[in-house]
């Protein structure tokens, strides 16, 4: 089972990026997924979720209005679309899968995990 990040990148502040999760290895149509972040020095942070379905979402207060996942269960993949990108949203983005059909917004409830893409957004 993979999971496999992609789409990070350098953009200036107030540009936009969008992420890719594709899953490999099984399938996650029934599975809650979600994104984490981890800035150089920090602890890793709740981005946004998405249940099973792709009509339930969640996402950190701080992301709220900019950020917007889905997903698309036929190709097994959860996409992040970044808007209005600030400085602070700097970090290694993971993408993470769970044994939930709901929203679920804590690492623990999280079984798999990629292996990060990185974004930087320059002021």
């Known amino acids: 089972v993979q999971l496999q990040a992609s789409g990070g990148g350098l953009v200036q502040a107030g540009g936009s990026l969008r992420l890719s999760c594709a899953a490999s290895?099984?399938?996650?149509?029934?599975?809650?997924m979600g994104w984490f972040r981890q800035a150089l020095g920090k602890e890793r942070e709740f981005v946004g979720a998405?249940?099973?379905?792709?009509?339930?979402?969640r996402y950190a207060n701080s992301v709220k209005g900019r950020f917007t996942i889905s997903r698309d269960n036929a190709k097994n993949t959860m996409y992040l679309q970044m808007n209005s990108l600030k400085p602070e949203d700097t970090a290694l983005y993971y993408c993470?899968?769970?044994?939930?059909?709901?929203?679920?917004?804590?690492?623990?409830?999280?079984?798999?995990w990629g292996q990060g893409t990185l974004v930087t957004v320059s002021s």
């Open positions: 290895g099984r399938a996650f149509s029934r599975n809650n």
């Open positions: 993470a899968a769970g044994s939930f059909t709901t929203v679920q917004i804590g690492p623990s409830s999280y079984d798999y």
């Open positions: 998405v249940d099973w379905s792709g009509f339930s979402t």
